[in-house]
């Protein structure tokens, strides 16, 4: 059994990780913080885990406890992984980061971005990237994984088949993604009120994401040099899912694209490729863990369209962390993870 810590329980990427890990056989979630809920019985928070959970409350953070685990999620805000994250290795406890504490390999991008300096930049050097469908391999032998986010996720696993063939034109690259409001966290603010956010779409953050440099670390990793991306964020009245519509423009326009997304994930258990023609729908990847992909050319011209959707809670946050969990355990990549979408 591995024995799991959760710092940052309360909020949707940690009552994630609890309803995933519940049916996990090979985990057992020993530690699970917040300081606001201290005491508290988990069950008595979230009652769709009742009799799964039974005698674990929520306590507050004790490095000395987490470090009695084998791995410790972190689902908390960025800055507070890179405070507790470096006790935990030394002690030999693996760290799975949900947030975005290490996903810039730069910490002086990080910091221009999160608007405070990185507060472990000696740490980057060991943290891993956690998509498996690029980086299963150093996640094997990893001890620092940074979750990518539900944006970057959807974004990257669309592009990649193009750029890594090298067939789109990376200058000027779009994303066009849609979030439900989950993505927010379960924070009060305003804008994520039922009567700001329903029946209503708005688009955001257009001048500049947070995901931006992510998604564009990632996508040069792929194309091999550098890439022009325009990223434009909208928030839309669901509560889970994200909808990437990305667009490049192919200056060969005979290549296969169907098999060559296909051939690209023939062998990604979480990632579907769906027939030509093919419309994913958020709803069809809902609590699952998977990434559901459609390539088209719209009247056969040069302009590709791929669309990619995600569960932002599943594949862009809790299932991809336990993905990783398994991969660095050397546990089957599936474990826990099979289940199917929550239709209708
Ligand atoms: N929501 C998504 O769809 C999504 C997707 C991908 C990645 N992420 C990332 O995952 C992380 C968690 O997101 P979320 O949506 O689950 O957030 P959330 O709902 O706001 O929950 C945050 C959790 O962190 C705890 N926390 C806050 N400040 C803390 C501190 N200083 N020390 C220890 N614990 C602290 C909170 O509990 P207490 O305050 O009671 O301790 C709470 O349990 C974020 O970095 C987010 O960007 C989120």
Same mark, same amino acid.
């Given at each position: 059994m591995v024995k799991v810590g959760i710092v940052g329980g309360t909020g949707y990427t940690g009552v994630e990780?609890?309803?995933?890990?519940?049916?996990?056989?090979?985990?057992?979630?020993?530690?699970?913080?917040?300081?606001?809920?201290?005491?508290l019985a988990v069950a008595d928070m979230y009652p769709n885990l009742r009799g799964h959970y039974d005698g674990l409350a929520f306590s507050v953070p004790d490095s000395k406890a987490l470090a009695?685990?084998?791995?410790?999620?972190?689902?908390?805000?960025?800055?507070? &992984?890179? &405070?507790?994250?470096?006790?935990?290795?030394?002690?030999?406890?693996?760290?799975?980061?949900?947030?975005?504490?290490?996903?810039?390999?730069?910490?002086?991008?990080? &910091?221009?971005?999160?608007?405070?300096?990185?507060?472990?930049?000696?740490?980057?050097?060991?943290?891993?990237?956690?998509?498996?469908?690029?980086?299963?391999?150093?996640?094997?032998?990893?001890?620092?994984?940074?979750?990518?986010?539900?944006?970057?996720t959807a974004t990257q696993l669309g592009f990649l088949p193009l750029l890594e063939a090298g067939i789109a034109d990376t200058s000027r690259l779009i994303a066009d993604c849609k979030s439900g409001v989950s993505g927010a966290g379960r924070g009060a603010s305003v804008g994520s009120l039922f009567?700001?956010?329903?029946?209503?779409?708005?688009?955001?953050?257009?001048?500049?994401?947070?995901?931006?440099?992510?998604?564009?670390?990632?996508?040069?990793?792929?194309?091999?040099?550098?890439?022009?991306?325009?990223?434009?964020?909208?928030?839309?009245?669901?509560?889970?899912?994200?909808?990437s519509t990305l667009y490049a423009t192919v200056a060969d326009t005979s290549v296969d694209l169907q098999a060559l997304f296909e051939k690209r994930y023939a062998d990604e258990p979480f990632v579907d490729v769906m027939p030509a023609g093919s419309h994913p729908e958020t709803r069809s990847v809902r609590g699952a863990n998977v990434c559901r992909i459609a390539v088209h050319r719209p009247q056969g011209g040069d302009l590709v369209v791929v669309l990619s959707v995600i569960d932002n809670l599943v594949k862009g946050a809790s299932g991809q962390a336990v993905q990783n969990l398994n991969i660095l355990f050397g546990l089957d990549e599936r474990m826990g993870l099979s289940h199917a979408g929550l239709l209708p």
């Open positions: 990780l609890l309803r995933l890990l519940a049916q996990h056989p090979q985990a057992e979630v020993a530690v699970i913080t917040s300081r606001s809920e201290a005491g009695a685990c084998d791995v410790v999620f972190f689902a908390t805000p960025h800055g507070v &992984a890179h &405070a507790l994250a470096g006790e935990l290795l030394a002690a030999g406890t693996k760290v799975i980061d949900l947030s975005a504490d290490f996903r810039l390999q730069d910490a002086d991008e990080w &910091a221009k971005w999160y608007g405070q300096p990185h507060g472990a930049p000696e740490l980057l050097k060991d943290a891993v990237y956690g998509l498996p469908e690029v980086n299963r391999e150093q996640i094997r032998q990893a001890r620092l994984i940074a979750v990518p986010g539900c944006y970057p009567c700001e956010a329903g029946e209503s779409m708005k688009a955001y953050a257009v001048k500049g994401h947070r995901h931006l440099p992510e998604i564009c670390q990632g996508l040069r990793r792929a194309a091999g040099g550098d890439v022009g991306l325009t990223f434009v964020p909208h928030l839309t009245p669901m509560i889970r899912g994200i909808h």
